[in-house]
């Protein structure tokens, strides 16, 4: 029987320590995640097409793992998807889907990764969250957006627990620097019994 990773993620709390779990998984990944019914990337690139119906419109996915939010975004529509992810094995999982323009290697101790305003879009699908990429990270994607800019992101059950996660994103709405344009709870893992809220942002 091969190793489990999903409940070990919600405990990981340093960056090194993330990625080298996303390493190690990276091969039972889909495997896993897809035994447990995992929907969010379906849930959110679907929420997104609705609002920005623009197939050659380049999107970021940021944490892309192995690719199965790319392929989820070909689905609902969208021609033109790079990808970053801090895990190099993640990555080669993503290679192989074909459904990325480009991938990138994120660097965890850069703190600026992304240039300004390079993208209309940025998917954060299954990525904000306990055992993932922490709160500040929603400043740091939000900042990279232009005016008019779209932010879409789940933030599962987990996440939806912890003030921290959920203070970022009131923070952006309750001053008026970003509109939400979309909300929706829904199943995340239902193999888990967990759920994830999606959401479209756009910035203001």
């Known amino acids: ?40 990337p379906g849930r959110v690139a679907d929420a997104l097409w609705v609002k920005l119906p623009e197939p050659q419109t380049p999107i970021l996915d940021f944490g892309c793992g192995t690719g199965l939010s790319g392929l989820a975004l070909r689905r609902a529509g969208f021609e033109v998807i790079d990808g970053m992810d801090p895990s190099p094995e993640m990555l080669e999982g993503a290679r192989a889907k074909a459904a990325y323009r480009a991938l990138d290697v994120l660097d965890l101790h850069d703190p600026e990764p992304l240039a300004k305003a390079a993208y209309k879009a940025i998917t954060a699908i299954g990525v904000l969250g306990t055992g993932a990429a922490p709160p500040a990270t929603f400043d740091l994607l939000m900042n990279a957006l232009g005016r008019g800019g779209m932010l879409a992101f789940s933030y599962n059950d987990h996440a939806l627990a912890d ?16 509109r939400l344009l979309f ?6 893992l239902p193999g888990k019994d967990m759920g994830a809220d999606v959401y479209v942002l756009e910035k203001a």
């Open 1 to 40: 029987m091969s190793e489990k990773f999903l409940d070990k993620t919600y405990g990981l709390s340093t960056t090194d320590e993330t990625r080298d779990h996303y390493d190690k998984w990276a091969a039972s990944y889909e495997a896993e995640v897809s035994e447990n019914g995992y929907v969010t």
């Open 163 to 178: 003030r921290h996660f959920t203070g970022k994103l009131n923070e952006w709405l309750d001053c008026g620097a970003a």
């Open 183 to 188: 909300r929706e709870y829904g199943p995340h």
